[in-house]
């Protein structure tokens, strides 16, 4: 069973920087693109960055994605955050053999205000 577990979400002020993680256990780390969406209050949710190199118009510059395989870990750094940024932030595994499945997980709250 593929588990992902985020962390690092929380308050933080317009201008200022978070760093989410997601560990994910249960099947080889390697065998799956990795991306981050979000969803806000009211909205639907959206790709915020991705495998190759996807970044989402409005954080292009700002968030930064990367994995580390050696620890089953997929990072998003956020910089220069706005109120805009705050959502739920989720992690995705998609693995990259057929049929193709999506792993989820439990979602972690980012939001930006002063």
């Known amino acids: 069973q593929v588990q992902l577990v985020e962390s690092g979400g929380g308050l933080v002020q317009p201008g200022g920087s978070l760093t989410l993680s997601c560990v994910v256990s249960?099947?080889?780390?390697?065998?799956?693109?990795m991306n981050w969406y979000r969803q806000a209050p009211g909205k639907a949710r959206e790709l915020v960055a991705g495998?190759?190199?996807y970044y989402a118009d409005s954080v292009k510059g700002r968030f930064a994605l990367s994995r580390d395989n050696a620890k089953n870990t997929v990072y998003l750094q956020m910089n220069t955050l706005k109120p805009d940024d705050t959502a739920v932030y989720y992690c995705?595994?998609?693995?990259?053999?057929?049929?193709?499945?999506?792993?989820w997980g439990q979602g972690t709250q980012v939001t930006v205000s002063s």
């Open positions: 995705n595994a998609r693995r990259t053999t057929w049929p193709n499945p999506n792993y």
């Open positions: 249960g099947s080889p780390f390697s065998n799956y693109a």
């Open positions: 495998a190759n190199s």
